[in-house]
């Protein structure tokens, strides 16, 4: 898969060199020379410019992009200019860091689904979940099988659990479902609110946006992932 990262310091830096590691194309993008000096033969691209120029944005390759991660920490106004660009040109995934409570109602408030706080979310951990299509969030339970959540697969979206042919059609035990609902924040816009379904019964139905929490072998979720 392809991704853009912009700000790429510690944790920005991190993130490009392990999902580069893993096998992806990267493009690092930073104002700082330094910063882009330090990691350019450790990505595919690193690319110095400034991501609140539009004219500089429009030479990136943003069409073609699996993800737009914004990684800048250390000025809230550049993150948010470069959030609203990538916003402006219709990414289809926008991953944006959330630099205080403030900064996260207002990507809220422009329809940013995806945050990630760094002292909560390491660099390692997000990589691992960009890694795999459609994977949300997963740990290892040993060497072969893994606790994941994915993005319920288009194919069955409208379905029951029943209908889907869990575990038949893939061998993975359903553990719960969540689910994503808009509620008002303290300024008045729309945000996106998980909540548990609960225990999964084969009458259970199948909605768009849902996240399946599920555990199995790696690569049986991997297929389904996929699917």
Same mark, same amino acid.
């Given at each position: 898969?392809?991704?853009?990262?912009?700000?790429?310091?510690?944790?920005?830096?991190?993130?490009?060199?392990?999902?580069?590691?893993?096998?992806?194309?990267?493009?690092?993008?930073?104002?700082?020379?330094?910063?882009?000096?330090?990691?350019?033969?450790?990505?595919?691209?690193?690319i110095n410019m400034d991501s609140t120029r539009m004219d500089a944005m429009q030479t990136l390759p943003l069409k073609d992009t699996d993800a737009a991660i914004v990684c800048i920490g250390e000025d809230e106004g550049s993150a948010m200019l470069t959030t609203a660009l990538l916003k402006q040109f219709k990414i289809r995934r926008i991953i944006s860091r959330a630099i205080s409570p403030l900064h996260q109602t207002i990507l809220e408030a422009m329809g940013v689904d995806e945050l990630v706080h760094p002292e909560e979310d390491s660099a390692d951990r997000l990589a691992r979940r960009l890694d795999i299509k459609g994977l949300v969030e997963s740990f290892n339970v040993g060497e072969d099988y893994k606790i994941a959540e994915i993005n319920v697969p288009p194919k069955y979206i409208g379905k029951t659990v029943a209908e889907?042919?869990?575990?038949?059609?893939?061998?993975?035990?359903?553990?719960?479902?969540?689910?994503?609902?808009?509620?008002?924040? &303290?300024?008045?816009? !729309?945000?996106?609110?998980?909540?548990?379904? @609960?225990? =999964? %019964?084969?009458? &259970?139905?199948?909605? !768009?946006?849902?996240?399946?929490?599920?555990? @199995?072998? =790696? %690569?049986?979720?991997?297929?389904?992932? !996929?699917?």
């Amino acid at each position: 898969m392809k991704f853009l990262i912009f700000g790429l310091g510690n944790f920005g830096g991190a993130l490009a060199i392990k999902l580069t590691a893993l096998g992806h194309e990267v493009i690092g993008v930073d104002r700082r020379e330094d910063k882009v000096l330090a990691i350019k033969d450790l990505i595919t691209y690193a690319i110095n410019m400034d991501s609140t120029r539009m004219d500089a944005m429009q030479t990136l390759p943003l069409k073609d992009t699996d993800a737009a991660i914004v990684c800048i920490g250390e000025d809230e106004g550049s993150a948010m200019l470069t959030t609203a660009l990538l916003k402006q040109f219709k990414i289809r995934r926008i991953i944006s860091r959330a630099i205080s409570p403030l900064h996260q109602t207002i990507l809220e408030a422009m329809g940013v689904d995806e945050l990630v706080h760094p002292e909560e979310d390491s660099a390692d951990r997000l990589a691992r979940r960009l890694d795999i299509k459609g994977l949300v969030e997963s740990f290892n339970v040993g060497e072969d099988y893994k606790i994941a959540e994915i993005n319920v697969p288009p194919k069955y979206i409208g379905k029951t659990v029943a209908e889907a042919g869990f575990p038949k059609t893939h061998p993975v035990t359903i553990i719960t479902i969540i689910r994503t609902e808009k509620e008002l924040n &303290t300024i008045g816009a !729309e945000r996106s609110v998980h909540h548990i379904v @609960g225990v =999964i %019964q084969p009458e &259970t139905l199948l909605k !768009e946006g849902d996240l399946l929490v599920l555990f @199995g072998r =790696i %690569q049986d979720i991997e297929n389904l992932s !996929e699917a």
